[in-house]
């Protein structure tokens, strides 16, 4: 029961985005006009330049793309869901939903960066295993502070004021993780590295758990 309210929740976020084709689509556009400025401002840059204008547009795509999760939804409507199912079952369905669309955008971002920028990936299995992960871990971090900043109505500011020095940091883990892959020689920590974001993406999901309930009673 507990898990098929969750995947019925997450069920509905696919079906509201698939009837808001224009949002999706909006994302789209958003993402290829970033990879395309980035090309026409450096053309096709050395490995570690491409590495980090990756990491740069992963995230600002993740800010338009799941930090709408919560933002979006009503007082009305989340007043709704209270009624039906606990906080926590509808804060991992809305992380669910934001990592697979997450991971999605990642894919259409990694295409183009390969089609317009080049791609000086060594490790095509390791990298695409970085990104994913640093997807999932960004999807997530920003899903928490949506809602956050949707219960404190206090929405872009909130969310610009918590989620990037928070972010800053994490990139620079996912940067150096993703050098593996477009580098000759890995580095020692890498590992290391690896279960410190997996780490913190436990963090953020038990912090979830133990937080958002307050927070959706008020």
């Given at each position: 029961?507990?898990?098929?309210?969750?995947?019925?929740?997450?069920?509905?976020?696919?079906?509201?985005?698939?009837?808001?084709?224009?949002?999706?689509?909006?994302?789209?556009?958003?993402?290829?006009?970033?990879?395309?400025?980035?090309?026409?401002?450096?053309?096709?840059?050395?490995?570690?330049?491409?590495?980090?204008?990756?990491?740069?547009?992963?995230?600002?795509?993740?800010?338009?793309?799941?930090?709408?999760?919560?933002?979006?939804?009503?007082?009305?409507?989340?007043?709704?869901?209270?009624?039906?199912?606990?906080?926590?079952?509808?804060?991992?369905?809305?992380?669910?939903?934001?990592?697979?669309?997450?991971?999605?955008?990642?894919?259409?971002?990694?295409?183009?960066?390969?089609?317009?920028?080049?791609?000086?990936?060594?490790?095509?299995?390791?990298?695409?295993?970085?990104?994913?992960?640093?997807?999932?871990?960004?999807?997530?971090l920003f899903t928490f502070l949506s809602a956050i900043a949707a219960q404190a109505r206090q929405n872009a500011a909130l969310m610009a004021i918590l989620g990037f020095p928070i972010a800053i940091p994490l990139l620079m883990v996912l940067s150096n993780l993703a050098l593996g892959a477009v580098a000759s020689v890995q580095q020692e920590s890498w590992w290391s590295m690896v279960w410190v974001m997996l780490?913190?993406?436990?963090?953020?999901?038990?912090?979830?758990?133990?937080?958002?309930?307050?927070?959706?009673?008020?």
């Amino acid at each position: 029961m507990y898990l098929k309210q969750i995947l019925t929740l997450i069920r509905k976020d696919f079906l509201l985005e698939w009837r808001q084709k224009h949002t999706f689509f909006g994302v789209i556009l958003y993402v290829g006009c970033t990879v395309f400025v980035l090309y026409m401002m450096a053309g096709r840059p050395e490995s570690r330049i491409w590495n980090a204008l990756f990491w740069v547009a992963q995230l600002f795509v993740t800010v338009n793309t799941v930090a709408k999760s919560f933002l979006q939804e009503g007082e009305a409507r989340m007043r709704y869901y209270f009624t039906l199912v606990a906080p926590v079952q509808y804060i991992l369905a809305k992380m669910v939903y934001s990592l697979v669309l997450m991971i999605a955008m990642m894919f259409i971002s990694l295409l183009l960066f390969h089609l317009l920028l080049g791609s000086p990936v060594i490790r095509a299995g390791t990298f695409i295993g970085v990104a994913s992960l640093g997807a999932g871990s960004l999807s997530l971090l920003f899903t928490f502070l949506s809602a956050i900043a949707a219960q404190a109505r206090q929405n872009a500011a909130l969310m610009a004021i918590l989620g990037f020095p928070i972010a800053i940091p994490l990139l620079m883990v996912l940067s150096n993780l993703a050098l593996g892959a477009v580098a000759s020689v890995q580095q020692e920590s890498w590992w290391s590295m690896v279960w410190v974001m997996l780490g913190l993406d436990v963090l953020i999901l038990g912090l979830a758990a133990v937080l958002f309930p307050f927070l959706w009673k008020e």
